[in-house]
């Protein structure tokens, strides 16, 4: 097979750049309509360009030393429009993905399905869409960079079901381009509508990009994701023992809640060596309360899902780390990438409680909750859960139902905040120091009752710096033992399952 040089960050994929797929290929789209004057279009579109003959080039590259397999779209192309033949590349490109354990590459460009074919065109949607779900259930990543345009059948089959999405700045994005917008709907599309930023603000692509960086942003991502890649040696690491520091109740609640205390954001980039954050829900929202992200530990990928508490918020009166319905639906995501991968999930969790108001409580904050519980210990991967501050509720154990839940010395899990278990028990929230003693909330009492199975240094009782390295030592250490637990499912099971009984004897 020829082989060609490794693809620059700096440069943009060009079909010459792709080496070719070990099967064959349909060679030429159909007129199965016979559309009158489509035949002749094809055979001038094929005169013009040797390289192009399609509304997509598919193929092998390599971007960072890694292989790839890469479905490239061609808008001058037809208006890169998908058809029998655009589809059956595709296909046949994700087949090649999943038996050789490579990426799945999209770099979009289209306006839709082609009308030229008509039913034989928009059966392709649901041929990719079941492409993406077999390369799903083999735990293969798919990334997809959308270029200008990006809309259509392309869009809402393999290019918005994508695991990582990127988008170039300005490009169109959407299921159905302005013009077909305006023309079904009677109303003008604005700047402010069918864009990758706009896309970006609701939670549907994880970020948007100069075009002349996408590319190396996109590889990057290959370099975290890649399945040759993910199962690497964890770091080298000082053990480190638990400290015995013992905190008043109300002391530990008040150091938890410290301001300046290190969230996740702060601990993604002093605990591991590297990461790159996912952005949205992928249902129309995001919430900066919750970061997630793919990260590594030494060589080992992973998924972290955490909480940060000094999040920016639109509005000052809104809640700062009550995550919303958006938030939870983030953990969900982030569950499920860890699952589909088989890579250990992280979490970081430091919140006061979920976001109770009326319109989180509206969009479906007890479903996200719900949903998020499932996600996690739906994983197959290790889960470690680590309270990094305020552990609040049912809001803050949805990330804390894992393998293994370690807990910062000077941080604290609550069954509720004592503020409200004073408002329920006395209607007197000014008892909150009194009643936070009773919930017995703090890591000491907390590893002795049997909920905690770690402790490590806190920032306030360590110093950030500290805290952080321990933080890294106790995960490293943790991941260690859970790989090495022949029946570690079983336990997970047992703890979480029917017949689990809290025993504070043990």
């Given at each position: 097979?020829?082989?060609?040089?490794?693809i620059?960050p700096?440069?943009r994929?060009?079909?010459?750049?792709?080496?070719?797929?070990p099967?064959p290929?349909a060679a030429?789209?159909?007129?199965?309509?016979?559309?009158p004057?489509?035949?002749e279009?094809?055979r001038?579109?094929?005169?013009a360009?040797p390289?192009?003959?399609e509304?997509?080039?598919?193929?092998?590259?390599?971007l960072g030393?890694?292989?790839?397999?890469?479905?490239l779209g061609?808008?001058?192309?037809?208006?890169g429009?998908?058809?029998?033949?655009?589809?059956?590349?595709v296909a046949a490109?994700?087949?090649?993905a999943?038996e050789q354990?490579?990426?799945?590459?999209?770099?979009?460009a289209?306006?839709?399905?082609r009308?030229?074919?008509?039913?034989?065109a928009l059966v392709?949607?649901?041929?990719?869409?079941?492409?993406?779900?077999?390369?799903?259930?083999?735990?293969?990543?798919v990334?997809?960079?959308f270029?200008?345009?990006?809309t259509?059948?392309?869009?809402a089959?393999?290019?918005?079901l994508?695991d990582?999405?990127?988008?170039?700045?300005?490009?169109?994005v959407?299921?159905a381009?302005?013009r077909?917008?305006?023309?079904?709907?009677g109303?003008?599309?604005?700047?402010?509508?069918?864009?990758?930023?706009?896309?970006?603000a609701?939670g549907l692509v994880?970020?948007?990009?100069?075009?002349?960086?996408?590319?190396?942003r996109?590889?990057?991502?290959v370099g975290?994701?890649?399945?040759?890649?993910?199962?690497?040696?964890?770091?080298?690491t000082?053990p480190?023992e638990?400290?015995?520091?013992?905190?008043?109740?109300?002391?530990?609640?008040?150091?938890?809640?410290?301001?300046h205390r290190p969230?996740a954001?702060?601990l993604l980039d002093?605990?591991?060596?590297?990461?790159?954050?996912?952005?949205?829900?992928?249902?129309?929202?995001h919430?900066?309360?919750?970061?997630?992200?793919?990260?590594r530990?030494?060589?080992?990928?992973?998924?972290?899902?955490?909480m940060?508490?000094?999040c920016a918020?639109?509005?000052p009166?809104?809640?700062r780390g009550?995550?919303?319905?958006a938030?939870?639906?983030?953990?969900?995501?982030?569950?499920?990438?860890?699952?589909?991968?088989?890579?250990?999930?992280?979490?970081?969790?430091?919140?006061?409680?979920?976001?109770p108001?009326?319109?989180?409580?509206?969009?479906?904050?007890a479903v996200?909750i719900?949903?998020?519980?499932?996600a996690?210990?739906?994983v197959?991967a290790?889960?470690v859960?680590?309270?990094?501050?305020?552990?609040?509720?049912?809001?803050?154990?949805?990330?804390g139902?894992?393998?293994?839940?370690?807990?910062?010395?000077?941080?604290?899990?609550?069954v509720?905040?004592?503020?409200?278990?004073?408002?329920?028990?006395?209607?007197?929230t000014?008892?909150?120091?009194?009643?936070?003693?009773?919930l017995?909330?703090?890591?000491g009492?907390?590893r002795?009752?049997?909920?905690?199975d770690?402790?490590?240094?806190?920032?306030?009782?360590?110093?950030?710096?500290?805290a952080?390295?321990?933080?890294?030592?106790?995960?490293?250490a943790?991941?260690?033992?859970?790989?090495a637990?022949?029946?570690r499912?079983?336990?997970?099971r047992?703890?979480?399952?029917?017949?689990?009984?809290l025993?504070?004897?043990?």
């Open positions: 097979m020829p082989t060609r040089p490794a620059a700096s440069d994929l060009r079909a010459e750049d792709l080496r070719p797929l099967h290929l030429s789209p159909v007129d199965p309509l016979d559309f004057g489509y035949a279009r094809l001038a579109l094929d005169a360009d390289h192009v003959d509304s997509v080039s598919v193929g092998l590259a390599e030393g890694l292989e790839v397999v890469v479905a061609h808008f001058r192309f037809l208006g429009s998908m058809g029998h033949a655009h589809g059956e590349r490109a994700m087949a090649v999943r354990r490579l990426p799945f590459v999209a770099i979009t289209t306006g839709g399905a009308m030229q074919e008509g039913m034989f392709q949607m649901s041929r990719a869409a079941e492409g993406i779900r077999r390369l799903r259930e083999a735990g293969i990543p990334l997809s960079w270029t200008n345009p990006t259509g059948g392309v869009h089959s393999y290019g918005a994508a990582v999405i990127i988008a170039d700045a300005a490009a169109a959407g299921f381009g302005p077909v917008v305006e023309a079904v709907t109303q003008r599309v604005g700047p402010d509508s069918h864009t990758a930023e706009v896309a970006f609701a994880d970020e948007v990009l100069e075009p002349e960086t996408a590319l190396a996109l590889t990057r991502w975290l994701v890649n399945p040759a890649r993910r199962d690497g040696p964890l770091p080298a000082e480190v638990e400290p015995v520091t013992r905190l008043e109740a109300w002391e530990a609640v008040s150091r938890a809640r410290w301001p969230s954001r702060d002093t605990a591991f060596d590297e990461h790159l954050e996912l952005h949205g829900d992928r249902a129309g929202g919430d900066d309360a919750v970061v997630i992200a793919v990260a530990l030494g060589a080992r990928t992973v998924v972290v899902a955490g940060d508490r000094r918020r639109p509005m009166s809104e809640p009550q995550p919303g319905p938030g939870y639906r983030k953990v969900r995501r982030a569950a499920e990438l860890a699952r589909r991968w088989e890579v250990p999930l992280v979490t970081l969790i430091d919140t006061p409680g979920a976001d108001s009326a319109v989180s409580d509206r969009g479906g904050l996200g719900a949903e998020a519980f499932v996690t210990l739906s197959t290790p889960t859960a680590v309270v990094t501050g305020e552990g609040g509720s049912g809001g803050a154990l949805a990330l139902c894992t393998d293994q839940l370690l807990l910062q010395d000077d941080a604290v899990f609550e509720i905040a004592p503020e409200g278990a004073a408002s329920i028990l006395h209607r007197d000014s008892r909150a120091r009194e009643v936070a003693a009773l017995r909330p703090t890591a009492e907390l002795e009752l049997g909920i905690v770690r402790v490590l240094p806190g920032p306030t009782t360590a110093d950030p710096a500290t952080a390295a321990a933080l890294r030592a106790g995960l490293v943790t991941l260690r033992e859970l790989d637990e022949p029946d499912l079983a336990r997970r047992a703890r979480y399952g029917p017949g689990a009984v025993d504070p004897a043990q």
